[in-house]
């Protein structure tokens, strides 16, 4: 984990990655094993070793996500803590990375519709409608840009972050298919 000064920048997430990763090597240390439960809520890390939590990093405020395009296994995340500081967070999976975001991504999308729905009903009960209700926003940025648009993919590219959340028609290149699950658990 390392704090950064913004919420949202790819260069940066992945400099910050890369800067991790070093650190751990000239460590010379095993990484922590650890096990990583998404549920609707919320992202809990695990020891996998203790069963103890290290984290529990609210859905809603997780900013951005990114792919290391070095590393198929590896991916980061920005966590936005209570107190206004921006952590990011980097993982490597014993599986390929894409699976553990597309989760996180399929998460995204049905707290969103969620969200919708309940803002829908709340507009039904109200005899007047505002424009700016219309605008969903997670710490002041549209949904949308966590991920690119919010639709469901079916395939992937994995060479670039900005790839893999594009419209499946936008690139043919090296495209595999994955399936995703509501529950992912990697140890």
């Given at each position: 984990?390392?704090?950064?000064?913004?919420?949202?920048?790819?260069?940066?997430?992945?400099?910050?990655?890369?800067?991790?990763?070093?650190?751990?090597?000239?460590?010379?240390?095993?990484?922590?094993?650890?096990?990583?439960?998404?549920?609707?809520?919320?992202?809990?890390?695990?020891?996998?070793?203790?069963?103890?939590?290290?984290?529990?990093?609210?859905?809603?405020?997780?900013?951005?996500?990114?792919?290391?395009?070095?590393?198929?296994?590896?991916?980061?995340?920005?966590?936005n803590t209570s107190d206004g500081r921006h952590q990011f967070w980097a993982i490597r999976?014993?599986?390929?990375?894409?699976?553990?975001?597309?989760?996180?991504?399929?998460?995204?999308?049905?707290?969103?519709e969620q969200y919708r729905n309940a803002e829908k009903a709340e507009l039904l009960n109200?005899?007047?409608?505002?424009?700016?209700?219309?605008?969903?926003?997670?710490?002041?940025?549209?949904?949308?840009?966590?991920?690119?648009?919010?639709?469901?993919?079916?395939?992937?590219?994995?060479t670039t972050t900005q790839d893999l959340f594009s419209s499946p028609s936008s690139s043919?290149?090296?495209?595999?298919?994955?399936?995703?699950?509501?529950?992912?658990?990697?140890?």
């Open positions: 984990m390392e704090d950064l000064s913004i919420d949202r920048d790819e260069k940066i997430c992945l400099d910050s990655m890369f800067k991790l990763k070093a650190v751990v090597r000239a460590r010379g240390k095993h990484k922590q094993r650890i096990e990583l439960n998404i549920t609707m809520s919320a992202l809990k890390v695990i020891d996998d070793a203790t069963k103890a939590q290290i984290a529990i990093h609210e859905i809603e405020r997780i900013s951005f996500v990114v792919i290391d395009p070095r590393d198929l296994h590896a991916f980061g995340y920005i966590y999976t014993e599986r390929v990375a894409t699976v553990t975001v597309l989760a996180l991504k399929e998460v995204f999308e049905l707290a969103f109200e005899s007047t409608v505002t424009s700016s209700q219309s605008d969903v926003s997670v710490n002041g940025s549209p949904l949308k840009d966590l991920f690119g648009e919010l639709s469901t993919v079916t395939t992937i590219t994995t043919n290149k090296n495209k595999q298919q994955i399936q995703t699950e509501k529950q992912v658990s990697i140890n």
